[in-house]
């Protein structure tokens, strides 16, 4: 049967854009289906949905040829944890891995842009706006994806990276399993007078942590995870207001706001597919895992599973072949369950009951006694290989 693309990719967010521009630049024919519109160029105050990008997954990005709008991005080479009230206190620095810096703080939009920009270049991606599937059936040989404005397009390979709630999931009869959390992250971007854009730093406290992700200039973006009432309680509060709550309740370091510029909450849950795959079909992202943010990770290893999945799709003549999303399968969900016990281990270890808290401070204070298991965890949160030296 005649092929319109040889992957289709479902879901434009940072994702299965990262995947259309990797592909399309290795010379594959992309076809990439986004409910929503094409990206608009961020301007302005800074967007409230800000992600960190590890070592591995900037370089990823990279290999597709994607440049980052280095205006609205952030670098950092240090990361500190504390435990409020506790001893526990380690700092990680990207000189101790070798490393220039940790990695990137940037808005979600202006990494999407950026790679939509990029796959505007690229001859082989067709990118489809304002249209999502509706039903998805295979053949011997390919994979079949119904739009609902009428159109079907037809792939070896169809990936789903149309986040948490995806429809090609559901579609392809996957089943997740969930965990809520109970607790909300308040997101608030604000303008501080104090610069501290070297670091991002995060302290936990028995309702939950309080972090701050540094944005250019003085700018940063802050979250306060507690239960839900408190949240709302606090998102109800003038920006006046709530800039006086955060200079009470944050740590002293964080010194005075000159302004609140945008806030909103989101509740925390994880959840996992029991398969990454199906018959020339693969989940990635969102779409395969959420997990607690409080790690700066979730967009990270869904990049990964993109980079895992191109290697693979670009070592093997046909792309929809079983053996190779076996492997991807095997690589990701195994590294992505990991990184949910850990997050989750962290929540609870630091937000459970008082003999709990005790265990996670007396585990950094471990942490930082222990040079060589410090870097072993810093190479792990940057997607490299914790075993390799230098
Ligand atoms: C409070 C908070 C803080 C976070 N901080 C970080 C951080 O510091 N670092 C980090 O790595 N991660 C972080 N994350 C996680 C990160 O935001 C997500 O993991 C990431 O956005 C997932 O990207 P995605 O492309 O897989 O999914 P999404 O961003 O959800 O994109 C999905 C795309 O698919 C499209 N779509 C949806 N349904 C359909 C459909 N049916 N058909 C076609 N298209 C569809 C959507 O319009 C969207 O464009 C955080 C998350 C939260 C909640």
Request: glycine share 8%; aromatic share 6%.
């Given at each position: 049967m005649q092929r319109d693309h040889e992957i289709v990719i479902v879901g434009g967010g940072m994702v299965g854009a990262a995947l259309a521009a990797r592909l399309g630049y290795a010379g594959l024919n992309v076809g990439l289906v986004e409910r929503g519109d094409a990206p608009t160029a961020p301007s302005g105050d800074f967007d409230l949905r800000i992600s960190s990008l590890n070592a591995r997954s900037l370089a990823f990005i990279e290999a597709s040829g994607t440049e980052l709008p280095e205006a609205r991005c952030c670098s950092f080479r240090h990361i500190e944890v504390w435990n409020q009230g506790g001893k526990g206190h380690s700092l990680f620095s990207a000189d101790?891995?070798?490393?220039?810096?940790?990695?990137?703080?940037?808005?979600?939009?202006?990494?999407?842009y950026a790679l939509w920009e990029r796959l505007?270049?690229?001859?082989?991606?067709?990118?489809?706006?304002?249209?999502?599937?509706?039903?998805?059936?295979?053949?011997s040989d390919s994979r079949l994806v119904e739009l609902d404005n009428g159109k079907t397009l037809n792939a070896d390979l169809v990936v789903g990276a149309d986040g948490a709630r995806s429809t090609l999931r559901e579609l392809a009869g996957i089943d997740i399993t969930t965990y809520d959390y109970h607790q909300r992250a308040l997101i608030t971007n604000v303008e501080t007078e104090l610069p501290q854009q070297d670091v991002s730093w995060q302290c936990f406290t028995p309702t939950g942590p309080v972090s701050m992700l540094p944005l250019p200039g003085h700018h940063a973006s802050l979250i306060w995870y507690d239960s839900d009432a408190a949240i709302r309680d606090r998102e109800m509060l003038t920006d006046n207001g709530l800039k006086a709550a955060i200079e009470a309740a944050f740590?002293?370091?964080?010194?005075?706001?000159?302004?609140?510029?945008?806030?909103?909450?989101?509740?925390?849950?994880?959840?996992?597919?029991?398969?990454?795959?199906?018959?020339?079909?693969?989940?990635?992202?969102d779409a395969a895992h959420?997990?607690?943010?409080?790690?700066?990770?979730?967009?990270?290893?869904?990049?990964?599973?993109?980079?895992?999945?191109?290697?693979?799709?670009?070592?093997?003549?046909?792309?929809?072949?079983?053996?190779?999303?076996?492997?991807?399968?095997?690589?990701?969900?195994?590294?992505?369950?990991?990184?949910?016990?850990?997050?989750?281990?962290?929540?609870?270890?630091?937000?459970?009951?008082?003999?709990?808290?005790?265990?996670?401070?007396?585990?950094?204070?471990?942490?930082?006694?222990?040079?060589?298991?410090k870097r072993m965890m810093m190479q792990q949160a940057n997607g490299l290989n914790p075993f390799k030296r230098g």
């Open positions: 101790d891995s070798g490393l220039e810096r940790f990695g990137v703080f940037i808005e979600n939009r202006a990494l999407q505007k270049t690229l001859p082989g991606v067709t990118c489809y706006t304002q249209c999502a599937p509706i039903s998805t059936l295979t053949s740590p002293k370091r964080l010194g005075n706001l000159i302004r609140v510029t945008g806030h909103a909450s989101f509740p925390i849950k994880r959840q996992h597919a029991k398969r990454y795959i199906a018959k020339r079909l693969a989940l990635i992202g959420v997990v607690h943010p409080l790690a700066g990770q979730g967009l990270n290893i869904g990049l990964h599973d993109a980079d895992a999945l191109a290697d693979i799709l670009l070592a093997q003549r046909d792309v929809g072949d079983a053996k190779g999303l076996r492997r991807f399968e095997i690589q990701r969900r195994f590294a992505n369950q990991a990184m949910i016990t850990a997050t989750d281990g962290f929540h609870h270890l630091f937000t459970g009951s008082a003999p709990l808290r005790r265990l996670g401070d007396a585990s950094l204070q471990l942490a930082e006694r222990f040079p060589l298991a």
